[in-house]
């Protein structure tokens, strides 16, 4: 069995970069300008097509709300968290990320519909505190470091919406941010075993050996360091010596020649009982 000599000592990462992570998130804002876009230039105006509460027509609210904003203060107010947000969901929840826009979309639409006033509900903000609420609470029920620090972000910069969900301002549909705290919360609990595992190195697995690692047989029980170790007992290293061709091609007269040496260590595999 021939072992390699240069071993990756870094595991995968479970936190991928990819076109998605960026284009998603990308595309969401872009959908949300052009809607606005298309009232401002024919003078239509969408506000009809949110959540109206206690209505069956304003159940169509649920899928349309998110898409429609009052004035351009509006729209620019949730258009950086929103991107930033649904970047972070795409990039270190990528598995669940899908789920957790249907299903909060669907659940952050009825709630509000549900405790919402009589009025038109319009606005990503809905969508902004589900990805704000998960994100935090996933974080810090995950334990991983990476998460925990994600969690700790989201409270540094977004941590000021919380007093939105409260009746402070009666032109802000607080019923639409408190139901996205909630769904983001409740999603927390329900995807709480899809968290990924920390990286492990060779040397945290259980079947690491020190023997075997071909980095620690440089150094003695001493911690001194050890040019050319020797192989541990059943194996054998084999050399071959190749005269650099440059080299050869020179000057024939020189025997001072540059070598290349490879080196290859061999280990007997172990029989299967």
């Known amino acids: 069995m021939l072992i390699k000599i240069e071993e990756n ?24 300008w052009i809607v606005f876009w298309i009232e401002v230039r024919f003078g239509v105006s969408f506000n009809s097509f949110g959540v109206r509460p206690g209505e069956i027509v304003g159940l169509r609210g649920i899928i ?9 203060k509006h729209l620019f107010n949730n258009t950086i968290p929103l991107f930033i947000l649904s970047l972070a969901l795409f990039y270190f929840y990528k598995p669940i990320s899908w789920k957790i826009l249907f299903i909060g979309l669907i659940s952050t639409g009825l709630l509000t519909w549900l405790i919402g006033r009589p009025a038109n509900h319009i606005g990503a903000s809905g969508i902004i505190y589900l990805l704000a609420s998960f994100l935090f609470f996933k974080g810090v029920f995950s334990k991983h470091y990476r998460l925990v620090a994600l969690s700790l972000i989201v409270v540094f910069i977004y ?9 402070i301002d009666p032109t802000i549909s607080w019923e639409g941010h408190l139901s996205g705290l909630i769904s983001g919360f409740s999603l927390s609990l329900i995807f709480r075993r899809n968290i990924p595992e920390p990286p492990k ?16 047989r440089h150094f003695n029980k001493d911690g001194n360091f050890i040019e050319s170790p020797q192989p541990p007992e059943g194996e054998k290293i084999a050399t071959n010596e190749i005269q650099d061709e440059e080299a050869d091609a020179g000057n024939s007269e020189n025997d001072g020649h540059d070598k290349i040496t ?12």
């Open 262 to 273: 490879y080196r290859y260590i061999y280990k007997k595999s172990k029989k299967k009982d």
């Open 159 to 167: 941590g000021g919406l919380v007093w939105y969900v409260t009746p």
């Open 9 to 32: 000592l870094k595991a995968s990462s479970p936190f991928v970069f990819t076109s998605g992570t960026i284009g998603y998130p990308l595309l969401f804002v872009l959908l949300i």
């Open 64 to 72: 349309f709300s998110p898409f429609i904003h009052s004035d351009i």
């Open 201 to 216: 190195y060779n040397w945290e697995k259980p079947d690491y050996s020190e023997e075997d690692d071909l980095f620690m």
